[in-house]
């Protein structure tokens, strides 16, 4: 089952811009992760945020989680081409359940 | 070494045949997944080994059978699957609990004809 829905589920940028990704989840979690897709291959972990977090930052990514509202946001800075690919977040319960994903195009 | 295999990477099958997808990992890793994956869908869980043991299934059909005949191997066998069964089936592991972070094999493309 999904955790829970992100926000959007497309995106389109131009190099060099910000994009901002956020994502709900429905059950309590331990920790909240955000994986990175490039098409039909396998999943690459960007980031761990625990639940009594707030902000954590690595490199041109900034993850913020919200327990109270169950959401979480990821942003990537200065986009890059290669930045194109599927993201999900991933609530991790009693198992890691994955949101629904957006799918980021940086158009050079 | 953070690499997990899979083999196949393509696998095409008929709906009477009988195969079995592969994994590895060689860091440690007391936890392995195995997930389906459909186009432009997010990955669903269908099996956890915790130490060997299976720990979690996620009302997978029968059809499905997973192994895991050491700390490092978990095989997923297939038979009698129908043509919804295709999907990209990814394996993962992690350091021993689905709270840890997972690193995913780079999947088996699946077609049931």
């Known amino acids: 089952s999904q955790q829970g829905e992100e926000d959007p589920q497309a995106l389109s940028i131009q190099e060099g811009e910000n994009a901002t990704m956020n994502c709900s989840y429905k059950t309590s979690i331990n920790n909240l992760q955000w994986y990175r897709q490039n098409s039909g291959r396998g999943l690459v972990h960007l980031i761990l945020i625990r639940s009594n977090e707030r902000e954590k930052h690595s490199g041109r990514l900034r993850v913020t989680l919200d327990t109270s509202k169950k959401s979480s946001s990821l942003l990537i800075t200065a986009s890059r081409a290669a930045d194109t690919a599927s993201y999900f977040c991933?609530?991790?319960?009693?198992?890691?359940?994955f949101g629904g994903g957006t799918r980021l195009m940086v158009k050079p | 070494d953070t690499e997990v295999t899979q083999t196949p990477k393509h696998l095409v099958m008929g709906m009477t045949n009988k195969k079995s997808l592969k994994c590895e990992q060689h860091?440690?890793?007391?936890?392995m997944y195995w997930y389906k994956q459909k186009a432009k869908k997010p990955p669903e869980l269908m099996f956890v080994?915790?130490?060997?043991?299976?720990?979690i299934n996620e009302s997978v059909p029968s059809r499905f059978s997973p192994e895991c005949p050491n700390s490092s191997l978990l095989n997923l066998h297939l038979h009698a699957l129908q043509p919804e069964d295709s999907a990209l089936y990814l394996c993962?592991?992690?350091?021993?609990?689905?709270?840890?972070?997972?690193?995913f094999g780079p999947g088996t493309r699946l077609t049931v004809l």
């Open positions: 860091m440690g890793h007391r936890a």
């Open positions: 080994y915790s130490y060997e043991k299976l720990s």
């Open positions: 991933a609530g991790a319960g009693n198992m890691l359940t």
């Open positions: 993962a592991s992690s350091q021993d609990t689905p709270l840890n972070t997972q690193y």
